[in-house]
Nanobody, 127 residues
Framework: EVQLVESGGGLVQAGGSLRLSCAAS????????IGWFRQAPGKEREGVSC????????YYADSVKGRFTISSDNAKNTVYLKMNSLKPEDTAVYYC????????????????????WGQGTQVTVSS
């Protein structure tokens, strides 16, 4: 059974940091790309960042470049999203997702590309 389990969300003040984790199981991790997405109340789900497990290539949405860092620990089948300089507009439910093969920046905007999704973790940034 494929599982993606997010953790690490919480409440933080503006300017603070959080590290999200996405633990994957049930598929060959090295063959997949992992992405982070977020959805704020009343808004569409949007891509935040993604990484190809095979070669470590990474992509970021413009809104988080320079503040967020995605990384992968293939030995632990886990992808992390380190979020620094958090802003109130970063408040959302954060989801991780996986698709087979290498990813691209464009894949962050195409939800149907992603085969598996986690349940999400809430991130709230207070002003």
């Amino acid at each position: 059974e494929v599982q993606l389990v997010e953790s690490g969300g919480g409440l933080v003040q503006a300017g603070g940091s959080l590290r999200l984790s996405c633990a994957a199981s049930g598929f060959t991790f090295d063959d997949y790309a992992i992405g982070w997405f977020r959805q704020a109340p009343g808004k569409e789900r949007e891509g935040v960042s993604c990484i190809s497990s095979s070669d470590g290539s990474t992509y970021y949405a413009d809104s988080v470049k320079g503040r967020f860092t995605i990384s992968s620990d293939n030995a632990k089948n886990t992808v992390y999203l380190k979020m620094n300089s958090l802003k109130p507009e970063d408040t959302a439910v954060y989801y991780c997702a996986a698709h087979r093969g290498r990813t691209t920046a464009q894949a962050m905007g195409v939800m149907w590309v992603w085969d598996y999704w986690g349940q999400g973790t809430q991130v709230t940034v207070s002003s």
